[in-house]
């Protein structure tokens, strides 16, 4: 029989860890004061600097094994060496804090800039590892509810600007390989040309295979998709379905539909008004690319509740078949998207008059 029951000198190594850290507690919540002093205008919460210290911790100290058992000093040794003033930036800005982007912006756009430039290839564009990197950093998924941006695998070993420059020239690496892929026909030698002939062949039967099940499937879920995608979009507020034309059907960047919203005749600007604590203060307020990320994200999750109880009870489907149709409706939403941008515009300003 096996024994699945933990090894005293492991359990004994963990109590030992956490009975050091915890020493340590009340150094790192003055540590952790002094970072937030670098940053006034907003704040992170200390349990998210414990996770992120204790993150770092555990990678660079204590490494993957258990055995390594850091003492008390070399536990303060390490956190009082950590970059925290970048370290509370770059939660601030995981959190969605706009005060915290618009310092991270202030302090380190132009910096990657200037490295995207520095990195590009041939047959790459700056700005395209630009909004890609900002991306990554804003967060473009989300999962149990929590958006997973690129800044929360900072941990302050190194300082945020080094951080960076390795990030950007990776999206640039990645952002080449996806356009060379191909193989020039002069690299194939005589010798593979039967072996590569039976690979087509067999490649373009279960291509052919794969296409009729695409087909049938699409045949029999697409009616449903549309139509519960469909309601799904009509049962959104003028401004949301602003929105996505302007991000899906119109492909505006963020940055772009932030400064539409800072128009004072936009059309969108006094829901936004409404929607800010700050807006009797500030009738001119600046808005970040991530507020608009959050925006769309309200969207998204509502886009999706009503889909899914519309095929569920409308269409009578299972969870199996929901699935199919979410594929079918994520394919290009800019395709499938049936709204106007003047009737959405104009909705917005005839109930602003009524108002």
Request: proline share 3%; hydrophobic share 35%; with cysteine.
């Amino acid at each position: 029989m096996i024994d699945n029951r933990p090894c005293p000198s492991a359990t004994s190594s963990e109590a030992e860890y956490l009975k050091n850290f915890t020493a340590c507690e009340a150094d790192l919540a003055i540590l952790c004061a002094r970072w937030a002093q670098a940053w006034p205008n907003f704040v992170v919460p200390p349990g998210e600097l414990r996770r992120t210290v204790e993150a770092a911790v555990n990678k660079y100290l204590r490494g993957s094994g258990t055995q390594n058992t850091p003492s008390e000093g070399e536990i303060r040794h390490f956190v009082e060496n950590l970059q925290g003033p970048d370290i509370y930036l770059s939660l601030g800005c995981a959190l969605g804090d706009e005060n915290a982007w618009w310092q991270f912006d202030r302090h380190h756009r132009a910096f990657i800039e200037s490295v995207a430039n520095q990195v590009v290839s041939s047959g790459l564009d700056a700005n395209e590892v630009i909004e890609s990197v900002y991306s990554e950093l804003l967060g473009s998924k989300t999962e149990s509810g929590i958006r997973q941006s690129k800044f929360r695998t900072y941990m302050g070993r190194g300082t945020l600007r080094g951080w960076l420059r390795t990030m950007i020239w990776h999206t640039a690496v990645d952002l080449h390989r996806s356009r060379h892929h191909e193989v020039p026909l002069e690299d194939w030698s005589a010798a593979s040309e039967e072996v590569r002939e039976r690979q087509v062949h067999t490649a373009d039967a279960d291509a052919h295979e794969n296409m009729m099940l695409s087909k049938l499937m699409r045949e029999r879920y697409s009616s449903a998709t549309l139509e519960a995608l469909d309601r799904s979009l009509a049962a959104l507020d003028d401004h949301e379905k602003l929105l996505l034309l302007y991000y899906h059907v119109e492909g505006l960047k963020l940055r772009q539909i932030a400064r539409i919203v800072e128009e004072p005749r936009s059309a969108i600007r006094r829901w936004f008004q409404r929607q800010s604590r700050q807006a009797a203060n500030a009738t001119h307020k600046r808005v970040h690319e991530s507020t608009i990320m959050r925006w769309l994200e309200k969207v998204y999750r509502k886009i999706f509740q009503s889909f899914k109880h519309e095929l569920a009870n409308k269409h009578g489907l299972s969870s199996a078949e929901i699935d199919i149709c979410l594929e079918l409706a994520t394919k290009d939403l800019a395709q499938t998207v049936k709204l106007k941008p003047v009737s959405a515009d104009e909705q917005i300003k005839k109930k602003e008059e009524r108002e």
